[in-house]
Structures are given as C-alpha cells and as structure tokens.
T-cell receptor, first 113, second 113 residues
Framework: GESVGLHLPTLSVQEGDNSIINCAYS??????FIWYKQESGKGPQFIID?????DKRQGQRVTVLLNKTVKHLSLQIAATQPGDSAVYFC????????????FGTGTRLLVSP | EAQVTQNPRYLITVTGKKLTVTCSQN?????MSWYRQDPGLGLRQIYY???????DKGDVPEGYKVSRKEKRNFPLILESPSPNQTSLYFC????????????FGPGTRLTVL
C-alpha cells in the first residue's frame, strides 16, 4: 500500500480498547474542524467534523472534542477494531469565506487483535 | 455511487515529459481541489477551483497548471515534470459556499525520474 508518512507518531492499542488521537491546530480563528481517516492505498475519508461553536460532537463509536483555549482537537474511538488501523488527520478550516483546509501531518493508529 | 475518480492511479515518467492527471466527480460539487501528500508534510493544496472557469493557486502551485472547463472535471497538468514533483496526489471536491466535507479521490502515485 501507499506510505503516507515515514515518521508519523504512532498509537498502538489492543482490540477493544478506547483510542485517543490528539491534534494541535494553528489558527485561533479557524471555525471548522474535520477528522479524516486514511487507509493504506486510499484517499482520506471523512470521519467526523465539529464547528467552533461546539466543544463536543459524537458519532458512531467516535467522539471529537474541541478545546479552543489551547487550540487542541482530539478524536476518541470507542472499542477500537483492527479495521480502525489507519492514519488519522485533523484539518482546520481557515475562515476565508470558503473552504481552505490546513491538514495536520497525521497519527498512525495500529490495532492489534 | 457518489465518488471522485482519478486517472492514472500510478505513473512513472521522465523529467520534462508533459503529463495530465484527470479528476472527475459525480456529485455536482462546485469546489474542487488538488493536493499533494509527502512524508512528514501532510496534505498541501496545489490549486483549487470554486466553479467552472474559476481557478486559483493554493499553497504549492509552482510547476502545475489546472483547468476547469466543465463542472465535473478538474485535470492537473505538469508541463515539464521534475523529480521534486514525485509525490502522491489527491483530488477533492465539496459543495460551496458552506464549509462542507471534502470528498477525496483514491490518489495518483507519480514518480518523475
């Protein structure tokens, strides 16, 4: 498969554990944040998003937390499964009137059976 | 099926030989964008288009051209490829003007010798 990063931070967990992936964003004026999942050989896939007027949003097995005070975003995955193994990116939308995403470099999640 | 398609998926070429990577979306999205992905650098935007005949430079446009003659297609053109353009390229699309999710294509792995 394609390598998206040779020296990515890596989080290794056991199947069934909860995973927390962190992201620091750069611009305090960013108004929209997205988490993407990228599996080997594929393009980034949308997981969940959150707008700056919220501090928490839940999806199916995933929760995103936003702390604007310290410009920090986290993705929590409940009951992590081997199929969750991938590289996870956060992206922030700079408030330029249209979508201008700035992506983080990503975290590799490895889930052991 | 809603999707973004890219062709070719893999390409090996030589310095100076013009090439085009095609991108097509079937979701009637107005906004389309090209990114390159390099180890340790994350996704960086090359060019974007807000609608037909409206294109603009992203963060790393040097050495690339684009066109948007039809809403669904957004080809990336390398007039004279160089080895530093060896990378993994992604096309993406989304609705405008809202901050909506960008949908990514499967990627094109380009190697310039």
């Amino acid at each position: 498969g394609e390598s998206v990063g040779l020296h990515l931070p890596t989080l290794s967990v056991q199947e069934g554990d909860n995973s927390i992936i962190n992201c620091a964003y750069s611009n305090s004026a960013s108004d929209y944040f997205i988490w993407y999942k990228q599996e080997s050989g594929k393009g980034p896939q949308f997981i969940i998003d959150i707008r700056s007027n919220m501090d928490k949003r839940q999806g199916q097995r995933v929760t995103v937390l936003l702390n604007k005070t310290v410009k920090h975003l986290s993705l929590q995955i409940a009951a992590t499964q081997p199929g969750d193994s991938a590289v996870y990116f956060c992206a922030e939308n700079l408030d330029t009137g249209f979508q201008k995403l700035v992506f983080g470099t990503g975290t590799r999640l490895l889930v052991s059976p | 099926e809603a999707q973004v398609t890219q062709n070719p998926r893999y390409l090996i070429t030589v310095t100076g030989k013009k090439l085009t990577v095609t991108c097509s979306q079937n979701m009637n999205h107005e906004y389309m964008s090209w990114y390159r992905q390099d180890p340790g650098l994350g996704l960086r935007q090359i060019y974007y288009s807000m609608n037909v005949e409206v294109t603009d430079k992203g963060d790393v446009p040097e050495g690339y051209k684009v066109s948007r003659k039809e809403k669904r297609n957004f080809p990336l053109i390398l007039e004279s490829p160089s080895p530093n353009q060896t990378s993994l390229y992604f096309c993406a699309s989304s609705y405008l003007p809202s901050t909506d999710t960008q949908y990514f294509g499967p990627g094109t792995r380009l190697t310039v010798l």
